[in-house]
DNA sequence: TGGTTAAATATTGTATACTTTTTTTGCGCA
DNA sequence: TGCGCAAAAAAAGTATACAATATTTAACCA
């Protein structure tokens, strides 16, 4: 793709994602287009994406803001999340291949062979298949609009900045319902899958809140 | 908003509903700029929203097309706006207020009104309220992203091209449909909203299908 | 004749200058 | 002092010129 474009979408998004660019900012073109060392032409564009993957807003008179979010956000996201990748995981559970559930499996197994003697992962491994894991079920869903939305769910800045290392008991229940999920698929059982999933993404919410409760605590 | 990039959002995008710009047409900006009677700077603008909105696809090396569509699309889209939309009725009837049952009840009403001695109705008419009474319910349910989802996916332009107007028997059942949703929001019913909203969109759904059939068959 | 490459052409990307709109500043008057 | 209006400044919108990239065409060689 552009360079110029691509730069400064991956400069302003970081910089969002990173808190650089703070919440309720307004970001002035000029001043981005130094910061990403690109013209306002290419910024313009790149503001344009970030818009509609919802880094920011446009207010009043197409003066642009990093969007900001309340606590109530993160659980609106998880609510959403929970029924999306629930309705995922049943339509995929009908539209499955047999390849596909060979690699839902190896990136399954990745995770159970990242697991330490303390119950523990690496959270790069953890991350990485995790993610090929809901990706690979959402791809299964063959709903391209379908997997649109979970992505630019998913990948809202503020899921980006809540990302939550598991407990060890946590990440035992997780790895049991990932299990359970290819199980279900295997079976081609739509309803099945689709609990499960929405089991999975509603415990990550649970998690998410203690881990929160226990930085409040800590402070 | 912005004058030009207004004009040529409207201009190229009603031309793509209208047909005019047919899918999987490749769409030149100059061709565009020219077209709208703009420069190719607010077209490129337009094209970027047009994609956030899947009126537009771009492929290869930043070239864009008119987004084609298959039947299965539109199956699609009447799927993922049964789930959507119930359950941002089931979500508003946890939220609803006083003032957004008035205004619901208000356009439930002006569709009743609307419908003449035959049993039909005047189509501008039922389309307004009928839009005008969704809307409310998104907004209803408290979610901005959920009602962006909604909104993107309504206005899909395989949508706009497929309104179907209903027979008096279809008519019928809608209003009821409505009436029906109407009562489980009064009641904070979560799950009666819910399952009313779905059977209204799969019922929508079926009287697109005959609408269709009877296409083919009248050829 | 068929394929490969290079030149020409078409199309998109980028920068910049200029225009319009909006916001801020500051001055005058009540 | 506080309000309102006007002028100035700032920021976004638009057009255009130029650069880079991709696609097509044509020619040459095997």
Redesign the pocket.
Known sequence: ???????AYARIRSGIVSGELAPGQ??????L?ELC??????V??ALRQLEADYFVERR?????FVASWTEDDIDDIFELRAMLEGFAAGRAAEHITQGQLIQLRHHHEAIVKGVGANGLIDSDVFLENNRAFHRLIWDAARSARLAAMLQRLVEQPVVMRTLVTYGAKDLARSISQHDEILDALSHGDRAWANAAMTSHILHAQRVYHSAAAEQVAAQ
Chains 1, 2 share one sequence.
Do not use: C, F, Y
């Not at 307004?26 to 001043?31: D, G, P, Q, T, Y």
């Not at 060392?37 to 290419?42: E, H, L």
């Open positions: 793709m552009s360079k110029a474009i691509d730069k307004h970001l002035k073109e000029e001043e287009a060392d690109v013209s306002r032409t290419p313009r564009d009043d008179n197409q003066r642009v």
